[in-house]
T-cell receptor, first 112, second 114 residues
Framework: GEDVEQSLFLSVREGDSSVINCTYT??????LYWYKQEPGAGLQLLTY?????DMKQDQRLTVLLNKKDKHLSLRIADTQTGDSAIYFC????????????FGSGTRLSIRP | DARVTQTPRHKVTEMGQEVTMRCQPI?????VFWYRQTMMQGLELLAY????????DSGMPKDRFSAEMPDATLATLKIQPSEPRDSAVYFC????????????FGPGTRLTVT
């Protein structure tokens, strides 16, 4: 079945790069997503990658996709205190309902 | 600035009481989702609709939860009777239905059942 797994916590020093990793099970997913949840708010789409790409860069964000290993990562360069949040990896679910399968989320904390 | 709205933002109620949460999806969006988030279980999909028709509510405890879309501008999630284990943040999200599946989340309703 569909499943998305990611580690629960990551702590990085301000100014360093953060790398959040994720593994998924559904090799037929067309898109893979990263959502961000700031404290007290709902999730917000950060970026997504089409399954036939292996990298996507958007300013400080770099998404890497290894389709063979079903591994997705999100790299945040020059991590700032405003990047403190929970980051959710997600894959396409049931195409008939536009469903997304979310991972459990990785809580990113920034050390001064 | 189009956004999903949810009311109430916070709700404290006693066990056994009925709770109704409301969501206004973004105008023009045809898919609506209800999620529940807790520290222990993470983000769980409870139910979802396309064009106001319920597609799947297998994530909901059927005996006490119900979800409806009386019209295209309103989705409701009802718990009757509520229990302490229902305490969570309930999110509504809406989307256009086409890939990529961008879902727009509301701010959530924080429910506490005592």
């Amino acid at each position: 079945g569909e499943d998305v797994e990611q580690s629960l916590f990551l702590s990085v020093r301000e100014g360093d790069s953060s790398v959040i990793n994720c593994t998924y099970t559904d090799s037929s997913s067309t898109y893979l997503y990263w959502y961000k949840q700031e404290p007290g708010a709902g999730l917000q789409l950060l970026t997504y990658i089409f399954s036939n790409m292996d990298m996507k860069q958007d300013q400080r964000l770099t998404v890497l996709l290894n389709k063979k290993d079903k591994h997705l990562s999100l790299r945040i360069a020059d991590t700032q205190t405003g990047d403190s949040a929970i980051y959710f990896c997600a894959e396409d679910g049931d195409s008939s309902a536009s469903k997304i399968i979310f991972g459990s989320g990785t809580r990113l904390s920034i050390r001064p | 600035d189009a956004r999903v709205t949810q009311t109430p933002r916070h709700k404290v109620t006693e066990m056994g009481q009925e709770v109704t949460m409301r969501c206004q999806p973004i105008l023009g969006h045809n898919t609506v989702f209800w999620y529940r988030q807790t520290m222990m279980q993470g983000l769980e999909l409870l139910a979802y609709f396309r064009n106001r028709a319920p597609l799947d509510d297998s994530g909901m405890p059927k005996d006490r939860f119900s979800a409806e879309m009386p019209d295209a501008t309103l989705a409701t999630l009802k718990i009757q009777p509520s229990e302490p284990r229902d305490s969570a943040v309930y999110f509504c999200a809406s989307g256009l239905g086409g890939r990529p599946y961008e879902q727009y989340f509301g701010p959530g309703t924080r429910l506490t059942v005592t």
